[in-house]
């Protein structure tokens, strides 16, 4: 019975689980996203996580210096731990948190598995960069807008003299073309 047992097995002996989670590990912080199965992602991801959170602890060098050494039992890998500590770390520095996403890719072709992409959130171009972009241009407040001045009272009005009578062009041009393509249906 698994009575108390929440952490995923993925069907594989203690050793070869922590190899697995070890290697994926080095790979997703290495290349910023990885493919894998959902399971494994899943799992990755609560491997991983605790793991960038070590590397905001900088009280004191000491403390540096000791976090350093556990990630470096939980990969067991220098390049991997140092672009953790010297790439990754800066730009998590101000997340509370959630520093992964899991993005379903569907079926896998061969055995019908679930895939999944797994990525270090601060490290996508497509999501990042728009919602700074949306952040930065739309200011909403709930404060009621300054009053306008007269002169551009008055230009808005010309300017929608100015539409009105472009569209009412339009509507008799459009009622005109329909007129004539009854009159050669019939």
Known sequence: MRHGNKNNNLSRTASHRKALLMN???????????????????????YIEPLITKTKATESKESIMHNH???????????????????????????PGGY????????????????AMI???????????????????????RRAGKKKVA???????????????????NTTETTSDDAETETTEA
């Open 24 to 46: 994926l590990g080095c790979q997703l912080i290495t290349y910023k996203r990885i493919t894998t199965t959902l399971a494994k992602a899943k799992t990755l991801r609560t």
């Open 100 to 115: 992964t996403r899991i993005i379903k890719l569907g079926a896998r072709i061969g055995d019908n598995a679930e895939m």
């Open 69 to 95: 050494r556990i990630v470096f039992s939980y990969l067991n890998d220098k390049a991997a731990v140092k672009e953790l500590f010297t790439v990754v770390a800066p730009k998590v520095a101000d997340r």
């Open 119 to 141: 990525e270090l959130v601060d490290f996508n171009e497509i999501y990042g960069n728009s919602i700074s972009e949306a952040g930065e241009t739309v200011k909403k407040t």
């Open 151 to 169: 002169g551009t009272t008055e230009e808005t009005t010309e300017s929608t003299e100015v539409s009105t009578e472009a569209t009412a062009e």
